[in-house]
């Protein structure tokens, strides 16, 4: 939205009108208004040749609870915002304007919220303003008192505790600080049980699990995750880095044999991350109203599960990249997360009877280059609100190798955008990878609403013709333009 100067000028001429009311008041005894005071600080958290990561942490110095933000600055030209998070962004020319996202809206007095985002060029933000005001405070709300008389409070002094390291085969948390100590000391062959309620913060385990002796991690599913970040100094590629909050819901980090079951995770950059975490079952969670990815299984997080799961409302932020279910990582990010000869290896993955969509804005399955050997059976997939960014217009893309993919329902319905029900890619990453070949498809049922072209769009054909894809006639398609699929059917 562009500035409004009329407007700031109105709300700055109010702010100083209630400033002198509240000072004739003062002078007369009266009682002054309790009030939210709102200041907002930038910081740059990572920085590249042609950009840089950064944020604002709104602060509220008042004595009463804020309950909606808005931060508005400009950036100089040749410099533009290319994504953010924790926030709502429109933008006017080179003013920017973020206002709250429904989990961070509220701030306490004394407290803090939270969003960032990324910038293309060099250029830093300049006139800021919170809620119409400048940055650096006096951003005021008043309300009229409810009594007449005076009294002070004294300042709130954070009381520090100290959560015991949990033991015993059985954790019970009720409270954010109980889960993290919990994710903290885990040990093989425990289960965390979380009771009924809200948590949140930054939740992240490098603790791993065994075969004979995994740990759970489970809750009703109004046991709620919300991590309210990214905050912090971000390292180059993402690990558990002190003083650095990735804003990830649930982040296993080097962290195998884990089970995470009932639990739902939302408002959050991320909703559930797996990395170097093989042998993850995830089992009956709700991922919901998620910036980005709702589930990722990242850096060769190999023969994990999920399962009986529903994930809804994904990329709100970054439609883009606001997938399902990730399956691996693309190549442009294997320097990150190749770690097994250079290659995301998230092999033998079955994402099974899940409920994926609507408004998924990515696809609600990517399967990326260098994995193999999948299965994904018996899902629901809800096509409403694909975004058709970043080339998402299907289910589910597929750039592995040698994946099942069978018993899955696929519908579409406006809105959104849509191309195929299942689409199939080959990416030239390496002549050892027989990317996008060798894939089957059987027993799908597939309703394209009359927008999508095939219910299986196979685009790999003579690269693949040493390791053919393969789709058959049990497939079936209704409200389809063109057809079941564009390759021949095997009977």
Same mark, same amino acid.
């Given at each position: 939205? &562009?500035?409004?100067?009329? !407007? /700031? ?28 005071n ?9 920085v ?27 950036l ?6 290319? &994504?953010?998070?924790? &926030?709502?962004?429109t ?6 304007r973020? $206002? ?5 809206? $509220? ?8 969003f960032?985002f ?14 119409g ?6 951003? %005021?709300?008043?309300?009229?008192p ?12 954070? $009381? ?44 992240? $385990? ?20 919300i ?17 650095w ?15 995470? /079951?009932?639990?739902?995770? %939302?408002?959050?950059?991320k ?12 089992d ?13 299984? /990242? /850096? ?11 994930i ?5 932020? %970054? ?66 609100? @694909? &975004?058709?960014?970043?080339?998402a217009?299907?289910?589910i ?32 990453? !390496? ?30 054909v ?24 564009? @390759?021949?059917?095997?009977?």
């Open positions: 939205m &562009s500035p409004r100067s009329s !407007s /700031r000028r109105a709300v700055f001429l109010g702010a100083v009108s209630i400033s002198a009311a509240v000072a004739v008041t003062a002078a007369l005894g009266e009682p002054a208004a309790a009030a939210a709102l200041s907002a600080a930038f910081a740059r958290t990572s590249w040749t042609s950009g840089y990561g950064g944020g604002y942490t709104v602060t509220n110095r008042g004595d009463t609870a804020a309950t909606g933000w808005t931060v508005e600055f400009d100089p030209a040749g410099s533009a915002v290319s &994504s953010s998070w924790s &926030s709502i962004r933008q006017a020319g080179r003013h920017y973020f $206002t709250n996202a429904t989990f961070n809206g $509220t701030v306490p007095p004394g407290g803090t919220a939270n960032g990324n910038v293309a060029g060099t250029g830093l933000p300049t006139g800021c303003t919170v809620n005001l400048p940055c650096d405070g006096d951003g %005021q709300v008043t309300t009229p409810t009594t007449t008389t005076t009294t002070t409070t004294p300042p709130t002094t954070p $009381t520090t505790t100290t959560t015991p390291p949990p033991t015993g085969e059985i954790v019970d948390v009720s409270t954010a600080a109980q889960l993290q100590a919990a994710l903290a000391n885990a040990a093989p062959g425990q289960a965390i049980r979380l009771a009924a309620g809200t948590y949140r913060g930054s939740f992240v $385990t490098t603790k791993a699990g065994t075969a004979a002796k995994p740990i759970t991690l489970s809750g009703p599913a109004n046991a709620v995750l991590n309210d970040g990214p905050s912090g100094d971000a390292p180059d590629c993402p690990a558990p880095t002190a003083g909050d990735s804003g990830y819901g649930l982040w296993l980090a080097s962290a195998p044999y884990w089970t995470l /079951r009932g639990f739902t995770v %939302q408002d959050s950059k909703g559930i991350v797996a990395d170097n975490s093989p042998h993850t079952t995830i009956g969670v709700t991922v919901h109203h998620i910036d980005e990815e709702g589930v990722h299984f /990242r /850096r060769s997080s190999a023969d994990s599960v999920l399962k009986n799961s529903t809804t409302y994904t990329g709100l932020v %970054q439609p883009g990249y606001g997938e399902g279910v990730y399956l691996g990582s693309a190549n442009s990010n294997w320097g990150c997360h190749g770690n097994s000869g250079g290659v995301d290896r998230g092999d033998r993955i079955q994402v099974l009877d899940n409920h994926i969509g609507p408004f998924i804005a990515a696809e609600p399955i990517d399967v990326k280059e260098g994995t193999s050997d999948g299965v994904i059976r018996g899902n629901t997939f809800d096509g409403r609100g @694909i &975004s058709g960014q970043n080339s217009d299907s289910w893309d597929v750039k592995g190798i040698g994946y099942t993919i069978e018993g899955n329902t696929g519908t579409f319905a406006p809105p959104g955008t849509f191309a195929n029900g299942y689409e199939n890619h080959n990416t030239s990453t !390496s002549p050892s990878f027989d990317n996008g070949c060798g894939n089957v498809w059987r027993n799908n049922k597939s309703d394209l609403g009359g927008v999508g072209d095939y219910a299986i769009k196979i685009s790999s003579a690269k693949c013709a040493a390791n053919p894809n393969v789709v058959y006639a049990s497939n079936t398609v209704t409200n389809a333009r063109s057809g079941l699929t564009n @390759i021949p059917v095997t009977p």
